[in-house]
């Protein structure tokens, strides 16, 4: 579930209570000193993140000749389908990891929802409305907008927009919620959110050169008559993102990098499930008309570099009365739990932290172990795995089998991505295959698994498990939005972590199809094309 989407249905609970006009935006410099100073031959890069598209639409809409512009950029350049995503898989998470090219153990940001030991509460940056409703809409608000970018994703994990200012190149985002970087800019709240909030009208943030988040912070206000009132989510939609990409391009005043984020796919899937396809026909139209914005698609092609990718896949969720919804409080009965909202009290023995179809489960009490936990929850024949940190290894237990498997870092075993492994006891646990002749190792069903688990485990401090549900699940707390019948991610396996990723302009290939392998392979993309241009 992406966060851009539920930032609006945030601020839409807060209308539903305060009226107002949205107040006009302070003047911004974007414009100013947005375009790319290298000259008309150095080759720009345009990143088009489609949250949710899944290579199996593309392939059918293709083959159904249903697609003319996927089909035209798939010709023109390279595409894969197994782009390996971050974990969890979602919206945030992935975000940093491919801004930053490091998993959350590095990174910082560990989900939609985790609690932090060091605040001593949840942080969430906009699950559900009734989550939302329950924690308070000013602390969501505060997470989302101030610590996200200014707290939480680590200091020491620099983001593409800042490697880029250490480099002189220019460069910009429309509607990424991760976007750090070096150049001052000014959220400005507006009037009718002011009443039921703390938060400052005008809050001044650091992000590369050129930024937009919907009607929150939009350079063209006042010169482009871009879709961001509250009729069209606050600017939080496709037709913002590609008219904003459109004026750029006309303008001359394309950056050397643009992230572009393209929300409206996710919200269908969510609801009709991963066969949904007419979301994808519509933003075939809209890259249609980016790619036009250049006269052509041949001229397109040969004045920027466009790379494509989904952020995460789509399980089909099984309706309701096949117990889609795996119910954690129900099944932790017994054991008092933390409630959305309320604070942690001596008797709080664990707290939950739900994403879709993953979870956190944090204990609290000394005489409770993470291991009695993990037997608990692998009760249920829904669960996919429980895993958790003891001493130096990471230990994961399969649901309803109760097989268990432990591995680190460091040892002989060495996989495709060059990392070491040492794992003990069944394999079969991660869908592991180990060849001790040849010391290797390879994925099956959990792409990257041990680095991607580990990242989670790693990421922040806590006595905590992590949960998956098997396909066709989601897991809930008292309040987390389910989507039964519908669309489903957050978890580790191939169907919401492999993602498809186009790249046209270029012939050079990323070295590993991984999400978080991006932001170098962008970097050398952007100084290579700088170096042929001189």
């Not at 609006?8 to 974007?30: H, K």
């Not at 009290?345 to 664990?350: G, H, P, Q, R």
């Not at 002749?437 to 006595?463: E, M």
């Not at 809930?476 to 989507?483: C, F, I, K, L, Y």
Request: aromatic share 8%; net charge negative.
């Amino acid at each position: 579930m992406r966060i851009q989407k539920i930032l609006f249905g945030m601020l839409s609970l807060v209308l539903i209570t305060v009226m107002g006009c949205q107040p006009q935006q302070p003047p911004e410099q974007d414009l100013l000193r947005v375009k790319s100073e290298q000259g008309a031959t150095h080759k720009k890069v345009i990143f088009l993140m489609i949250d949710s598209l899944m290579a199996q639409a593309i392939d059918k809409g293709i083959s159904q000749k249903q697609l003319p512009t996927f089909q035209t950029l798939i010709e023109h350049g390279q595409y894969y389908k197994d782009l390996v995503s971050s974990f969890p898989t979602m919206s945030v998470t992935i975000d940093s990891t491919m801004l930053t090219g490091a998993y959350p153990n590095v990174h910082g940001v560990p989900g939609l929802l985790w609690y932090s030991t060091e605040d001593k509460k949840m942080v969430n940056y906009g699950t559900g409305p009734m989550e939302i409703l329950s924690q308070g809409i000013d602390p969501v608000l505060t997470d989302a907008l101030i610590h996200l970018n200014g707290e939480h994703l680590h200091a020491d994990s620099r983001t593409i927009y800042e490697d880029l200012a250490r480099r002189g190149l220019k460069s910009g985002s429309i509607n990424g919620l991760v976007y750090r970087g070096t150049s001052e800019h000014t959220l400005t709240i507006p009037d009718w959110i002011q009443g039921p909030t703390s938060l400052q009208k005008n809050m001044k943030v650091k992000g590369p050169d050129f930024l937009t988040l919907g009607a929150l912070s939009n350079p063209f206000d006042g010169t482009e008559n871009l879709p961001d009132d509250l009729t069209e989510r606050m600017g939080m939609n496709n037709k913002f993102a590609i008219e904003a990409v459109n004026h750029l391009i006309q303008a001359d005043k394309l950056p050397d990098f643009l992230y572009v984020y393209l929300p409206d796919l996710d919200q269908k899937l969510h609801k009709k499930g991963p066969s949904e396809f007419e979301g994808v026909k519509k933003v075939d139209q809209q890259l249609q008309s980016l790619l036009q914005s250049f006269g052509s698609p041949e001229k397109a092609f040969k004045e920027a570099i466009f790379v494509i990718a989904g952020d995460s896949g789509m399980t089909q969720l099984l309706p309701r009365e096949q117990r889609s919804v795996i119910d954690l409080p129900a099944m932790l009965k017994g054991i008092r739990i933390l409630k959305p909202g309320e604070e942690l009290k001596d008797d709080t023995e664990i707290a939950l932290a739900v994403n879709e179809t993953m979870a956190y489960v944090y204990k609290f009490k000394p005489d409770r172990t993470l291991r009695s936990l993990a037997e608990i929850i692998s009760k249920d024949d829904r669960i996919d795995f429980v895993a958790w940190k003891e001493d130096d290894w990471i230990h994961a237990m399969q649901g309803s089998t109760y097989k268990q498997l432990q591995y680190k870092d460091k040892g002989s075993l060495i996989d495709r991505y060059k990392q070491a492994w040492t794992v003990k006891q069944d394999a079969e646990v991660l869908d592991l295959q180990l060849n001790a002749k040849t010391r290797t190792l390879d994925y099956g069903q959990y792409p990257d698994v041990l680095a991607r688990l580990s990242g989670a485990l790693n990421s922040h401090k806590g006595q905590f498990l992590v949960v998956t549900a098997k396909p066709g699940y989601e897991l809930a707390d008292r309040s987390s939005p389910t989507h039964e019948g519908g669309g489903g991610h957050g978890s580790i396996r191939q169907t919401e972590s492999l993602v498809p990723l186009i790249i046209v302009g270029t012939n050079e290939k990323p070295p590993h199809l991984r999400m978080v392998d991006l932001k170098a392979y962008l970097l050398d993309l952007l100084a290579n094309h700088n170096q042929k241009a001189k």
